[in-house]
């Protein structure tokens, strides 16, 4: 078993079977990938808003790879074990308009800039978020000839942004192509569920995976083994602020949790609008309470106590 190494000096911003495999590896091994950010790099640590709004679009979720995995077929999957994910001190979170969750409540740009201080972030007035690096983008090529933006997920992966790809976490993927064409990006330095103002904490990032080939052995879509703990361990040590809303509407659900939750957070410690919406985007998880009372659907928000540094 021989171990690979990837850089980022070129990436991909669509999915297309056609693209020639940038590294070829056995079942078995390992392989280091550098990505870019979201961005494809075009974002710094030190930029302004005014530069942020003159970016390229275009090259959203940059993609290192394909790689090949010699031997797989349509048919056969792929077993990938995330072993180690590195981040580089820094990571961004936006508002764009005409996007996200409360796309008609934030009409204006905003960009937030993160310092990332090991596995946590002081970055946020008032708050010490912990960080569980994952791949928003992991993913083989698609079935479909021609090329594809990367946006939507599918059966292929691809831009699934689940938060709980951490290291210590095994992703199999349907093979739907000869060599597979395992590509990844898109890497969070930690995310709430729902990703709600359109990003994570985008960072860019060195992740390793050990690849095995499973033969013969069809798969309808992504299926992921991940640790039993789904939340940062320092978090459950205090109590979670749930927001409660019920709609026959799940997606107008979700909106009124999240404005009460940035309610709050500007509330408890003074944090403006924007800056309330995209801690809620890296820190509050939503989830489905209940769907059987039809044909009202309950969401709730749960907001970690122990991300304030003082207590109520």
């Known amino acids: 078993m021989a171990h690979h190494e990837i850089d980022r000096s070129f990436t991909y911003n669509s999915w297309n079977r056609e693209f020639p495999s940038r590294l070829s590896i056995e079942s078995g091994d390992t392989v280091r990938i550098e990505m870019n950010d979201a961005s494809d790099g075009q974002v710094h640590a030190e930029m302004s808003v005014e530069e942020y709004k003159l970016i390229d679009r275009t090259k959203i979720h940059a993609l290192t790879g394909p790689i090949s995995v010699a031997g797989a077929e349509p048919g056969d999957q792929l077993k990938i074990e995330i072993l180690k994910y590195e981040h580089e001190g820094w990571a961004w979170t936006s508002i764009v308009p005409g ?13 937030h800039i993160w310092k990332l201080d090991g596995d946590k972030t002081y970055s946020m007035p008032g708050l010490t978020l912990d960080l569980d690096p994952f791949c928003g983008i992991i993913g083989v090529q698609r079935e479909e000839a021609g090329e594809f933006a990367t946006r939507p997920p599918g059966p292929f992966g691809g831009n699934m942004d689940v938060k709980h790809l951490v290291a210590g976490s095994t992703l199999h993927l349907p093979v739907f192509v000869e060599g597979a064409g395992l590509c990844a990006g898109d890497c969070h330095a930690t995310q709430g569920d729902g990703e709600v103002c359109i990003n994570g904490m985008e960072a860019p990032m060195t992740v390793t995976f050990k690849v095995t080939l499973v033969k013969d052995k069809p798969l309808e879509a992504p299926y992921i083994l991940t640790p ?8 459950t040590e205090k109590p979670f602020h749930a927001f409660v809303e ?4 799940p997606r107008e659900a979700c909106k009124q949790v999240v404005r009460r939750a940035i309610k709050y957070l500007m509330e408890r410690v003074g944090l403006s609008r924007e800056q309330a919406y995209v801690t809620c985007s890296v820190v509050l998880d939503l989830k489905v309470s209940q769907l059987v009372n039809v044909p009202t659907t309950t969401i709730t928000g749960y907001l970690p106590e122990a991300i304030f540094n003082e207590s109520v």
């Open 99 to 111: 996007l996200g969750l409360l796309d008609e409540d934030f009409t204006e740009p905003y960009l």
């Open 228 to 235: 039993g703990q789904l939340i940062s361990p320092r978090y």
């Open 246 to 249: 019920s709609a026959v509407d």
